[in-house]
């Protein structure tokens, strides 16, 4: 499944982009059906996306973390591992930025926000190194792992906010002790947009290089593409596959770090809004290109962006949004299937025998 | 015998295949080869790995259209185009593997396999008759045991059983023993005799196995490379007849310009190793061999009989239950640094799944062993892929490996052109040691004497060579020293200017004189 989601070129390229205007045309039949006009709706999803200074900053906005949980499908992906834990490895990278937090209360802000940063990754790199151990050392099926670890790390997240590191201040919501107010990242000048979108985007830079350009990404390619290659090749299968998805958890964690630092100041529910599902979309939209990752995380973020806007105009329920990204998640993995089979698309020198 | 049992309805038919021919491509696979099953009787095909005995099968079954030859049932003409109408003339045919639907009761399984008229099961009535079908057999399965509960034994029975119920009276059995210990594999085989002699079923039995062949069959055909090359009473061969004409006598002892060395230090170990098979069943017992610098060791067997899994611990693809390797004198821990140090290399049969990643290019395929080696690498971890595609030029270039360019993806590659990408990988290097596992099967003759002289150049120059082979010419041609592997044990050992094929055959085929009491007493 993975290994036919990798990217492999241009023809990547025209098979997603066709994916997406397929997925496109279904929705638009699908809001005909509700009786509206799917050209306006469309224009509407457009100006709700990318249309004014505001829907940009938003979709920006929740592009960032997107772009991280996505890393936490696409790095672990490369070692053959299909890991859906992004959802609770942000929380755990939330939880871990507060304990930081509280605990550096007094330090200078230059050294605790990156410390508080460091905390949430690594509270997430081992929150996803253990279903990869599992797997590795026990045979238990890291998909089925991660996604049962969502919960419980959304149980754990409930159990101590409404306990052991609840703030009693707020009566309303139970939210966790907030951080202390000067470790607080602020926005992109001359954006109201925060760092956790530079953050975001070096992160899938560096995700690129990573794995195209050293011994460490060549090694995980071998592995996620053949197990035995690689043992014959006597390269540290488990060491590898550990550190692919501890890598991966800890984007994931440093986005829930961000949204502790940059948008909510302390951890609560309002943490468990979905990024890591939509990260697992648009990692398989991307096809596990990190590069890939960045543009299609846009493209989700204007989606969830313009949904507010939809439903007010419109009056579409607001699971309309998730509606087009199933269509497009789906049009996506169907589109797999004609690798290989579209004769325009075939470079000539892959013909020859 | 011309008189079937009252209970049954189908008689058993006389069953003759005439001048079955099946070419793959430029193989020919089966070269005319004809066949005379009386009814009730139990005739054994006898043949190495690759001499067409379930190419036969398959073209009476329907799996294959034969390119010419004719099946006649009592003496009539069929024309059987798929395996739907075979099953329809009363030919059935059990596999090695067991093809029950694992989580259903074997009362089930039975009723499963009818292609049943009506959308409903009447259970009372199927249960009746399975009852009454299950007093007239000579064996019985616990009806209600669910297939998973079964021992091997007891499920090879019910597959048996299974086809007699569907009224199937011409019963082909493709190397059903396999999976099953040698006292099931009497059981069973005897209670096929029995039925062939109370005249109710006649059976082929397709081995490589001597002792089954002379326990239980009147009659035997041996093929070899597609040919029929004898035929007979099974009481008038003895072994030593059959392992001449299954291993073929006229073997040419060619040897390929190797030079006398003087065998040097253990390059290679492997002392009491103990493992597993994917079933968690022993593969190899406590199997010790070794092997020295400017020596080939061969190591003859049928396949099936742990050499796998002995290469895949030699790959670091498999665990190691008991026991040690040694590579140059010390622990092997199969790690790259030791693989790199002491200069192990590996060719394993089919590349793509063991040795190679498809879904990557050749030049990558061709740096496995050295992409994170001195050169190819700067700044501690960068990879440089000028340099592997360089240096994958010069490998495409002198392996003759035929691919538009070195970025091309490797399963784009035609298999032999696969087999040489891992070639020049792996000898292109330091190579003091060389596991090779059947290197040449389904490369042409040009491409298997090249391979042969690599391995005897890389012996030349002081390497240590294990080949594992099914095909025993090539042994006598390359090995300084052969062993036989059977059943996870190594059970013969010869220099090769002592190798005699007939000697070898039979250990191979299981024959083992200290042994052969034992299973008697326990039968």
């Keep these: 499944m993975i290994g036919a989601a990798v990217w492999r070129g241009p023809e990547a390229a025209v098979l997603t982009v066709g994916a997406v205007l397929v997925a496109l045309l279904a929705f638009g039949i699908f809001v005909a059906f509700t009786g509206l006009d799917p050209f306006a709706v469309y224009k509407v999803l457009y100006l709700g996306a990318f249309g004014s200074r505001f829907s940009i900053e938003t979709t920006l906005t929740l592009a960032a973390p997107i772009m991280l949980t996505a890393l936490c499908v696409v790095i672990p992906a490369r070692a053959g591992l299909l890991i859906i834990g992004g959802e609770g490895a942000l929380v755990l990278g939330g939880l871990g930025s507060v304990l930081a937090g509280v605990a550096l209360n007094g330090a200078p802000a230059s050294l605790a926000t990156p410390l508080i940063l460091l905390a949430g990754a690594a509270a997430g790199a081992i929150w996803i190194a253990i279903p990869a151990a599992l797997r590795q050392f026990r045979g238990v099926n890291e998909t089925i792992s991660t996604l049962l670890f969502n919960y419980i790390a959304i149980a754990l997240l409930n159990h101590l906010v409404s306990g052991p590191i609840r703030d009693y201040g707020q009566p309303l919501k139970p939210t966790s002790w907030p951080i202390p107010s000067a470790f607080m990242i602020g926005t992109i000048p001359g954006l109201s947009v925060h760092w956790g979108l530079v953050y975001g985007v070096a992160a899938c830079l560096v995700a690129f290089v990573v794995l195209r350009q050293t011994t460490f990404g060549f090694a995980l390619s071998i592995l996620g593409g053949n197990l035995r290659a690689a043992q014959m090749a006597g390269l540290p299968v488990a060491a590898l596959a550990l550190t692919a998805a501890a890598l991966g958890g800890a984007a994931a964690g440093l986005a829930g770090a961000v949204e502790v630092v940059a948008v909510h100041g302390a951890a609560s529910i309002s943490l468990v809004v979905g990024y890591g599902y939509a990260g697992i979309l648009v990692a398989f939209v991307a096809r596990q290109n990190p590069l890939a990752v960045v543009l299609a995380a846009l493209l989700v973020g204007g989606i969830s962006a313009s949904g507010g806007l939809l439903q007010r105009r419109f009056g579409m329920p607001d699971a309309a949004s998730t509606v087009l990204e199933g269509c497009i998640f789906l049009a996506v993995l169907g589109s797999n299937s004609l690798y290989g089979r579209l004769r325009f698309l075939q470079s000539r020198s892959a013909e020859v025998k | ?523």
């Design chain 2, 1 to 523: 015998m011309s008189e079937p049992s009252q209970v049954e309805a189908a008689r058993v038919p006389l069953v003759e295949v005439v001048g079955m021919t099946k070419r793959f491509g430029a193989l020919l696979a089966l070269n005319g080869v004809s066949v005379r099953l009386e009814p009730g009787s139990f005739h054994a095909i006898l043949g190495e790995n690759g001499a067409g005995k379930s190419t036969l099968v398959k073209c009476i079954m329907g799996y294959y259209r034969p390119d010419a030859g004719r099946l006649l049932l009592d003496g009539v003409q069929h024309d059987i185009y798929n395996p739907r109408q075979a099953l329809a003339h009363g030919l059935g045919l059990v596999y090695q593997h067991f093809t029950l639907v694992p989580n259903m009761t074997a009362a089930e399984n039975l009723v499963l396999g009818q292609t049943h008229a009506s959308p409903t099961i009447d259970w009372a009535n199927e249960r009746a008759r399975i009852e009454s079908f299950q007093r007239n057999m000579p064996f019985h399965v616990d009806l209600d045991a669910r297939v998973t509960s079964l021992a091997a034994g007891e499920k090879q029975k019910l597959e048996i059983l299974k086809q007699l119920y569907l009224g199937h009276r011409v019963m082909i059995l493709d190397e059903p023993t396999s999976v099953l210990t040698p006292s099931e594999a009497d059981q069973v085989l005897g209670m096929l005799r029995d039925l062939t002699k109370a005249g109710r079923l006649s059976v082929v039995l397709i081995t490589h196995k001597f002792r089954e062949v002379r326990a239980f069959a009147e009659d035997v055909t041996v093929l070899r490379g597609g040919r029929l090359v004898g035929a007979g009473k099974v009481a008038e061969l003895n072994d030593a007849d059959l392992a001449g004409l299954m291993f073929g006598r006229e073997t040419v002892f060619a040897s390929a310009d190797r030079t006398a060395t003087k065998p040097g230090k253990a390059a290679l170990e492997v002392r009491s190793v103990t493992t597993l098979n994917d079933k968690a069943m022993t593969a190899c017992d406590a199997l010790s061999l070794t092997v020295r610098e400017g020596e080939i060791l061969g190591v003859a067997g049928v396949a099936g009989n742990g050499q796998r899994e002995l290469v895949e611990v030699l790959a670091g693809q498999r665990g190691i239950e008991a026991g040690e390797v040694r590579v140059a004198g010390v622990h092997y821990d199969r790690s790259r640094k030791q693989m790199r140090r002491y200069g192990v290399h590996l060719l394993t049969e089919e590349p793509l799944q063991n040795s190679c990643v498809r879904g990557m290019s050749v030049a990558e395929n061709l740096s496995f062993r050295n992409f994170d080696d001195g050169a190819n690498v700067q700044l501690g971890c960068f990879v440089r892929r000028s340099v592997l595609r360089r240096h994958a030029r010069t490998l495409i270039q002198r392996y003759d490996i035929r691919t538009p360019t070195p970025d091309a993806r490797l399963d784009t590659l035609s298999g032999g052109n696969v087999q040489r990408t891992v070639l020049a990988r792996e000898l292109s290097g330091t190579v003091s040691v060389l596991i090779a596992q059947n290197p040449c099967v389904g490369l042409d003759f040009s491409a298997t004497s090249e391979i042969h002289s690599q391995i005897i150049t890389a012996r030349n120059r002081g390497a240590a060579i294990l080949l594992f082979s099914e095909d025993l010419d090539e042994l006598l041609e390359l090995a300084d020293r052969i062993v036989v592997m059977s059943e996870g044990h190594i059970v013969y050992e010869t220099p090769r200017a002592a190798a005699d094929v007939e000697t070898i055959g039979l250990y191979m085929a299981g024959h083992r004189s200290e042994r052969e009491d034992l299973w008697a007493s326990n039968a």
